[in-house]
């Protein structure tokens, strides 16, 4: 019997590697536990999901106001372990 080539022993772990990666993404658990009573309204896939068109936010009027936000820091998003920022 022949010895498979190193081509075909390549050729064999990528299909395999393929393979278990979309068993991966496709065996997600649920974000939230569904429970057997309730109704089933509709099912849809992420890629669906992503074909939707994009919503534009509505204003709306505010109900009560309960202080104030400061403007966000975009030094924030540089901060790392190796260059840490000191709170102010």
Same mark, same amino acid.
């Given at each position: 019997? %022949?010895? %498979?080539?190193?081509?075909?022993?390549s050729r064999q772990n990528y299909y395999l590697?393929?393979?278990?990666?979309?068993?991966?993404?496709?065996?997600?658990?649920?974000?939230?536990?569904?429970?057997?009573?309730?109704?089933?309204?509709?099912?849809?896939?992420?890629?669906?999901?992503?074909?939707?068109?994009?919503?534009?936010?509505?204003?709306?009027?505010?109900? %009560?106001?309960?202080?104030?936000?400061?403007?966000?820091?975009?030094?924030?998003?540089?901060?790392?372990?190796?260059?840490?920022?000191?709170?102010?």
């Amino acid at each position: 019997m %022949k010895a %498979k080539s190193k081509k075909d022993k390549s050729r064999q772990n990528y299909y395999l590697s393929n393979m278990v990666k979309q068993l991966r993404c496709n065996l997600r658990d649920n974000s939230i536990d569904v429970k057997p009573e309730w109704e089933l309204v509709g099912e849809f896939t992420k890629q669906s999901f992503d074909r939707l068109p994009t919503l534009k936010p509505v204003s709306l009027p505010n109900v %009560k106001e309960c202080g104030e936000i400061s403007a966000y820091d975009i030094a924030w998003d540089r901060a790392s372990a190796k260059k840490p920022k000191a709170f102010k």
